[in-house]
C-alpha cells in the first residue's frame, strides 16, 4: 500500500462505480474532497463536476457582450477624435474574454458534487464557498431540466427537493448523462433511505 493511502488525514471512504469499491478511486476522492466532508465509514456512489463545457456554456451572454462591446470599439476607432485603434479594440476584448473564461474555469473547478449512501452533497463558490448536504431520507423530489444549449450538449441539471421544502433546494449543474446520474441517484435513495 502506498504511503498516501496510510496516511491518516487522507479519507477512508470508499469509493463505489457500479456496485464495486475501487481501490484507487478514494485517493482521487480524497484529492477533490475537503477532508472533513465525508465520514470514513461513508461510501461515495457518485462524485462528479458538471460538464468542462460548463466554462463556455455559462459564459455566453457575457462572452456575446464582450463581443458586442469589443466590435463597437473597434467600429469607433476609424473616427479621428477616438484615440484608439481597432487592434487595441481587439486586443481589449480578447483579454475580457480570457479573463471571463478564466473566472469561469475556477467556478467550474470549485464545483463537486457528491452521492452517498447516506447524503448528497453539492460543494460550490470560489470567493463565498456554499456547502449544500441532506440525507437521503429527507430528499422528496428528483428532476432534470435541460435547456436548449445543454440538450444541443446531450448535458442536464438535476434539481433536489427536500421535505417540507416548495423549491428545489440544490442543483447539480450541467452534468454529462442526467439521466443516468437521475436513475443512479433514484436507485441510492431506494436502497439506502432508512
Known amino acids: 500500500m502506498s504511503p498516501a493511502a496510510t496516511d491518516n488525514k487522507t479519507p477512508r471512504a470508499r469509493v463505489c462505480n457500479a456496485g464495486e469499491v475501487s481501490e484507487v478511486a478514494p485517493l482521487r476522492a480524497a484529492s ?13 456512489i457518485l462524485l462528479l463536476r458538471p460538464s468542462p463545457l460548463y466554462i463556455v456554456l455559462s459564459s455566453l451572454g457575457s462572452l456575446a457582450l464582450i463581443a ?59 470567493l463565498r464557498v456554499a456547502v449544500f448536504e441532506t440525507p437521503l431520507k429527507n430528499i422528496q423530489h428528483i428532476s432534470v431540466f435541460s435547456s436548449v444549449r445543454e440538450r444541443v450538449t446531450a448535458l ?28 443512479k441517484v433514484n436507485e441510492a435513495i431506494k436502497r439506502y433511505r432508512l
Open 68 to 126: 458586442v462591446i469589443t466590435f463597437a470599439l473597434a467600429w469607433m476607432a476609424r473616427l479621428s477624435w477616438v484615440g484608439w485603434v481597432d487592434t487595441q479594440a481587439f486586443g481589449l476584448g480578447f483579454g475580457m474574454t480570457v479573463l471571463r473564461l478564466g473566472w469561469q474555469g475556477l467556478e467550474w473547478l470549485s464545483r463537486i458534487y457528491v452521492l452517498t449512501d447516506r447524503r448528497i452533497i453539492r460543494r460550490m463558490g470560489v
Open 32 to 44: 477533490l474532497l475537503p477532508a472533513d466532508l465525508i465520514d470514513e465509514d461513508e461510501t461515495i
Open 156 to 183: 442536464g441539471t438535476i434539481g433536489f427537493a427536500t421535505a417540507g421544502s416548495d423549491v428545489f433546494d440544490a442543483f447539480w449543474v450541467m452534468v454529462n448523462d442526467p439521466f443516468g446520474v437521475h436513475r
